[in-house]
């Protein structure tokens, strides 16, 4: 369940930096996080279709907006889209394994805790702000896209991928119901032990996991903020649907399992049905179906000159 429509921010920004601190030690094993070249692709694709293509394009000084342990911006670094990197989260924990990550890949990156609605930085400080999966757990996205349009210089762009929409969070559920009920025969099957605690009872992190998220969008309302914020030239798409929602199933039996006593075979069965949706959503389906249809939005715009 997402977080209460009573909650305040305060109450959501503590809940957000406790389940993430939490999460972080765990968080690129449970998500699958990739930092080689298959990262790379996924990360360089959903920018792409985003910015509606990136042709060459690189961009200087890159802000990431909840970085994570640093799947979008660590990807993006290697590859020289985004020169210098500041990562920014709530979370301490998160930006703590980000900054582990970016030494063993010989990166620098520079970290900040802090929340998106009040940014420490100077006008005009960066080329690019971008994040995935980070839109829907800020309580106030007016004031963070104004903080966003204002850190931006003259001609530089947001992107932001990865972010629930409200049908296709609808959507998601039925594979986890459906997933959740075939756990035991899937179990059977790849020879994986059952889970002795469940994965929401390992920890109070893990328990707060319900009421990280405050929004799932429309795409209407997306379109909406941008031009109420001053932006350009922007672009509200979906992506994934057969993807995700294979992706939401998988993810759901996998979590009822042993980590360790699942296989390798299942794990690049797993990984490898997944890329095979996810390029029928990217040739078939994304080019002709509305956004409101899928599971993830994908979310651009320019500040103007």
Not at 172 to 187: F, G, N, Q, S, Y
């Amino acid at each position: 369940m997402p977080a209460s429509p009573t909650a305040t921010p305060e109450h959501i920004k503590d809940v957000n930096t406790r389940y993430h601190d939490a999460a972080a030690h765990e968080y690129n094993a449970k998500w699958g996080i990739d930092f080689g070249a298959t990262g790379q692709k996924q990360v360089r694709l959903k920018l792409s279709k985003a910015l509606g293509g990136l042709k060459g394009r690189s961009f200087g000084d890159g802000l990431e907006i909840g970085s994570g342990t640093g799947y979008f911006s660590l990807n993006l670094l290697q590859m020289g889209t985004i020169e210098r990197l500041t990562a920014t989260d709530i979370s301490p924990g998160m930006l703590d394994a980000l900054s582990r990550t970016a030494e063993q890949l010989g990166l620098e990156a520079e970290t900040i805790a802090t929340e998106a609605e009040e940014l420490p930085f100077e006008d005009e400080s960066f080329d690019i702000v971008f994040g995935h999966a980070v839109l829907h757990h800020i309580p106030d996205l007016e004031r963070a896209f104004g903080e966003f349009q204002r850190v931006l210089r003259p001609g530089g762009v947001i992107a932001f991928c990865g972010e629930p929409s409200r049908y296709g969070d609808r959507l998601a559920a039925l594979p986890k119901r459906t997933a959740l009920l075939a756990a035991p025969v899937w179990r059977r099957v790849v020879q994986a032990r059952e889970r002795a605690v469940p994965e929401v009872e390992q920890s109070n992190g893990h328990a707060l996991e319900g009421e990280v998220d405050v929004h799932a969008f429309a795409p209407a309302d997306l379109r909406r903020l941008l031009s109420a914020t001053g932006f350009e030239d922007r672009r509200v798409g979906g992506e994934e649907l057969l993807a995700n929602a294979w992706g939401w199933g998988l993810r759901t039996v996998e979590s009822t399992a042993e980590p360790e006593s699942v296989s390798f075979g299942w794990r690049r069965f797993a990984f490898n049905s997944y890329i095979a949706l996810q390029k029928v959503d990217t040739r078939l389906l994304e080019p002709r179906l509305p956004a409101e249809l899928f599971y993830n939005l994908l979310v651009s715009g320019r500040k103007p000159i």
